[in-house]
């Protein structure tokens, strides 16, 4: 039997300690721009397998069916980066359905939120924000300290907890190779996902929350006076595009999942580990053009309706079920409208009419603002007879002017009627309509 002298195994010791120091991987920087910010330690090799091993994974799959039209190395492990925050929406919009909080709610900044780098709000530690703005801060910029403290706030002041929410919600799924560690996406080696899990999760977003829809169509808005630029390419360049998510970090590269609705046919395509955004952007195109059978160019009006998409609307559902008709019909007050008050307020709204295509009620709006110049034109989800559409109106009109929106409506062969708004309309009309 071999003996070993206390300075020997000391040595070995340190050995042992110096060569596991070499294994550790390089904390890869986090960052949703679309330019490269690599630092000397971001250029080190990763490793040949598992979430960095060479290719790309891609999945397109029916939202509708589920069904997988297209995949390519959809079960290899990944990093999901900012993806991540698709599964803190998810879990934010149960909570917003199940009223434990509204988008009004104040959520508190804490120390570790407001300290996260390094795309974010510029949160200030002891501060708040609303859940409105962390909703949108996500799906535009995709700020990780919004994201941070939404976290916290719904994992009751944990954002390990809710991590722990978001991997049980994961698994309830079916995301069964998916594991979260933040609400963010930041980098933790053990945070990884597939492009087939992915798909779940955007599917289950598509399909169980259609009321939250507009907030990943939004392209800008407005946050304590400057304005917020969404970094989601493919809402100004892909015909039907509905949302979703970008995600980048050095080791999981550029990462992509899109939503798109062509007459009522919705694709959800994944993409991760493209070496870039033109080489994400471009996969991505040309998957969904396969699944909708063509491509189909941008015209101006779509590029008009893209810069200018319909903010979050969550309140009452419109009463009035109005079917967009070329046949020309005269505006009509309908029966709930006599129990408002003077004609000279505000109250009044014309119905343009329901779609089943989004993008069609949304031009609908805008056209029916351009034509007579009135009103604040806004879509809206609503649900009928089983069947998901969206309504085209104007709001925020007085009794005069929405006749006479729907009679110039009705002199260019338009479906148009005069509806009353509701009482519970008016606090959200005070605060600012929502519109297209």
């Not at 505006?331 to 409208?337: D, I, M, V």
Request: net charge positive; aromatic share 6%.
């Amino acid at each position: 039997m071999q003996v070993w002298s206390k300075g020997r195994l000391a040595g070995l010791a340190a050995a042992g300690l110096f060569l596991a120091s070499l294994a550790v991987a390089p904390r890869a920087c986090a960052s949703e721009h679309h330019q490269h910010h690599h630092s000397s330690r971001a250029h080190s090799r990763a490793p040949s397998y598992g979430p960095t091993s060479p290719g790309i994974s891609a999945i397109l799959i029916n939202a509708k069916t589920g069904q997988i039209i297209s995949s390519n190395d959809a079960n290899t492990p990944r990093y999901p980066a900012s993806l991540t925050k698709l599964m803190t929406l998810d879990l934010a919009f149960q909570a917003l359905e199940a009223g434990r909080m509204t988008l009004n709610t104040s959520i508190p900044v804490s120390a570790h939120a407001a300290g996260v780098e390094p795309v974010k709000l510029g949160l200030r530690p002891g501060g708040t924000l609303t859940v409105r703005d962390a909703i949108l801060a996500m799906t535009t910029m995709s700020a990780n300290d919004a994201a941070t403290a939404l976290g916290e706030y719904l994992g009751g002041g944990s954002e390990s907890r809710f991590a722990q929410m978001m991997t049980l919600r994961a698994h309830t799924l079916g995301m069964a190779q998916t594991r979260f560690f933040n609400a963010s996406g930041l980098p933790n080696a053990n945070q990884v996902t597939t492009a087939r899990d992915m798909s779940l999760l955007a599917r289950d977003l598509v399909v169980h929350y259609p009321q939250f829809q507009p907030f990943f169509e939004v392209t800008s808005f407005k946050f304590q006076g400057r304005t917020v630029f969404s970094n989601n390419r493919m809402l100004k360049s892909y015909s039907g595009a509905t949302g979703m998510k970008t995600g980048y970090t050095n080791l999981a590269r550029h990462n992509l999942v899109t939503s798109a609705d062509r007459n009522g046919k919705e694709l959800i395509g994944v993409v991760l580990h493209e070496p870039s955004w033109g080489t994400a952007y471009h996969r991505m195109t040309a998957m969904l053009d396969t699944g909708f059978g063509g491509h189909v160019p941008m015209t101006r009006a779509m590029v008009a309706a893209a810069n200018n998409p319909a903010k979050p609307n969550i309140g009452p559902k419109p009463r009035v079920e109005v079917v967009a008709s070329r046949t020309p019909e005269h505006a009509t007050e309908l029966p709930n409208s006599t129990t408002q008050s003077p004609r000279a307020t505000r109250r009044w709204v014309a119905q343009l009419g329901l779609y089943y295509y989004k993008s069609n009620a949304r031009l609908a709006a805008l056209k029916a603002h351009k034509l007579h110049g009135q009103g604040i034109a806004q879509i809206q989800h609503v649900r009928r007879h089983g069947k998901e559409l969206w309504m085209a109106q104007l709001t925020g009109l007085t009794y005069d002017g929405a006749h006479q929106t729907c009679h110039a409506m009705n002199a260019h062969g338009r479906q148009c009627d005069v509806q009353a708004l509701p009482a519970d309309h008016l606090a959200m009309l005070n605060n600012g309509p929502d519109g297209v």
